[in-house]
T-cell receptor, first 113, second 114 residues
Framework: DARVTQTPRHKVTEMGQEVTMRCQPILGHNTVFWYRQTMMQGLELLAYFRNRAPLDDSGMPKDRFSAEMPDATLATLKIQPSEPRDSAVYFC???????????FGSGTRLTVV | AQSVTQLDSQVPVFEEAPVELRCNYSSSVSVYLFWYVQYPNQGLQLLLKYLSGSTLVESINGFEAEFNKSQTSFHLRKPSVHISDTAEYFCAVILSSNTGKLIFGQGTTLQVKP
């Protein structure tokens, strides 16, 4: 089965450090999402792209977060500087046609100490 | 604005009992509706979806959901649950337009007890 691959699976970092999370969408998928999951807030949409162009990043704190798609096979989410409140699981999802739903990766569990 | 409300944060149930997980949405336009399941320490998996046509949709593992347009609901049901169904279940919606933006409800934790 085709999969969305996220790296790293786990990341522990100190407050103030830069964190980069990567996502390899399923080949041929043109829509990529970034979500953040916490116990308190549930699943929050941070940003999403279609054909590598950002469609909506209104859910993302712009002062420290940035999301890009340098090419069709890679999406990145960066946090600089990181803070303890950024601790969460970050999911990437990709899809081609919205009516088919989207495929999620296994997530990156980020802990900022 | 579109939104999704899952009315129960936790649903405890005994094994082999029936269960219903409730989901309501608000939207002024037609929508696609989805249920995703998340097992512990895993990502989300698509369980079933409603696009159009028959209002009752089924998954391969015995779950079904019914789209009710007048009540703007998409409740998930299973007539007899197993221990292995213990997971978090998310209802989600996409406007049937070009944006493809997927919006999730808050999630419902199904706890199946022996």
């Amino acid at each position: 089965d085709a999969r969305v691959t996220q790296t790293p699976r786990h990341k522990v970092t100190e407050m103030g450090q830069e964190v980069t999370m990567r996502c390899q969408p399923i080949l041929g998928h043109n829509t990529v999402f970034w979500y953040r999951q916490t116990m308190m807030q549930g699943l929050e949409l941070l940003a999403y792209f279609r054909n590598r162009a950002p469609l909506d990043d209104s859910g993302m704190p712009k002062d420290r977060f940035s999301a890009e798609m340098p090419d069709a096979t890679l999406a990145t989410l960066k946090i600089q500087p990181s803070e303890p409140r950024d601790s969460a699981v970050y999911f990437c999802a990709s899809g081609l046609v919205s009516r088919n739903g989207y495929t999620f990766g296994s997530g990156t569990r980020l802990t900022v100490v | 604005a579109q939104s999704v409300t899952q009315l129960d944060s936790q649903v405890p149930v005994f094994e082999e009992a029936p269960v219903e997980l409730r989901c309501n949405y608000s939207s002024s336009v037609s929508v696609y509706l989805f249920w995703y399941v998340q097992y512990p320490n895993q990502g989300l998996q698509l369980l079933l979806k409603y696009l159009s046509g028959s209002t009752l949709v089924e998954s391969i593992n015995g779950f079904e959901a019914e789209f009710n347009k007048s009540q703007t609901s998409f409740h998930l049901r299973k007539p007899s649950v197993h221990i292995s169904d213990t997971a978090e279940y998310f209802c989600a919606v996409i406007l049937s337009s070009n944006t493809g933006k997927l919006i999730f409800g808050q999630g419902t934790t199904l706890q199946v007890k022996p």
